[in-house]
């Protein structure tokens, strides 16, 4: 099973930031890493997949880098409905599919 | 656009079986993707479960395997989960989800499940 570490658990950041989250796989994953939004009483929303492609409709402040084990997503400058837990996917190998534990982006 | 709907019963008793169903709209599920099922415990991160293609291959968490089966209703566009000989630890947030290779781009709003006697 591949193990998906997500750093830090809480990320402390004010509006208008940058904030980049980090997600590392315990093997390589190739470019098979997703990324979700996800905030207090709702479904996740994908928002970035194949390490960097972002999915419908989400805005371009929204960047995914990365390949192999090591991978981050970047907010270029946070607004008040970025505020949520974010979590990283991999799909390179499965079953299982396999999230990180999650990042918590808060206003500082 | 695609829209899914999870239904089941809110609390389950312990060494009962649950039974989740997930309703697919505004698309076919016979025409395509797979079909899956990830689970939330109260504070916690996600966890996939399971996931089915139309045509019936099925994968499964291994973690899970020997208490979960999945099936397909084509005719009523649904697909159920069962988890057999539950415990407190199965208590969470249980959504369906659609994927064509493994992200999962639509979902459903979730049910919550309380395993207690």
């Known amino acids: 099973e591949i193990v998906m570490t997500q750093s830090p658990a809480t990320l402390s950041v004010s509006p208008g930031e940058r904030a980049t989250l980090s997600c590392r796989a315990s093997?390589?994953?190739?470019?098979?890493l997703a990324w979700y939004q996800q905030k207090p009483g709702q479904a996740p929303r994908l928002l970035i997949y194949?390490?960097?492609t972002r999915a419908t409709g989400i805005p371009d402040r929204f960047s995914g880098s990365g390949s192999g084990t090591e991978f981050a997503l970047t907010i270029s400058s946070l607004q008040s409905e970025d505020f949520a837990v974010y979590y990283c996917?991999?799909?390179?190998?499965?079953?299982?599919?396999?999230f990180g534990g999650g990042t918590k982006v808060e206003i500082k | 656009q695609v829209q899914l709907r999870e239904s089941g019963p809110g609390l389950v008793k312990p060494s009962e079986t649950l039974s989740l169903t997930c309703t697919v709209s505004?698309?076919?599920?016979?025409?395509?993707?797979?079909w899956g099922w990830i689970r939330q415990p109260p504070g916690k991160g996600l966890e996939w479960i399971v996931s089915?293609?139309?045509?019936?291959?099925?994968f499964y968490n291994p973690s899970l395997k020997s208490r979960l089966s999945i099936s397909v209703d084509t005719s009523k566009n649904q697909f159920t989960l069962i988890l057999s000989s539950v415990t407190a630890a199965d208590t969470a947030v249980y959504f369906c989800?659609?994927?064509?290779?493994?992200?999962?781009?639509?979902w459903g709003q979730g049910t919550i499940v309380t395993v207690s006697s």
């Open positions: 989800a659609k994927t064509l290779t493994g992200p999962f781009d639509v």
């Open positions: 505004g698309y076919s599920i016979s025409n395509g993707y797979y």
């Open positions: 089915i293609y139309h045509g019936g291959s099925t």
């Open positions: 093997q390589s994953v190739s470019s098979n």
């Open positions: 194949g390490a960097y």
């Open positions: 996917q991999q799909y390179n190998n499965w079953p299982p599919l396999t």
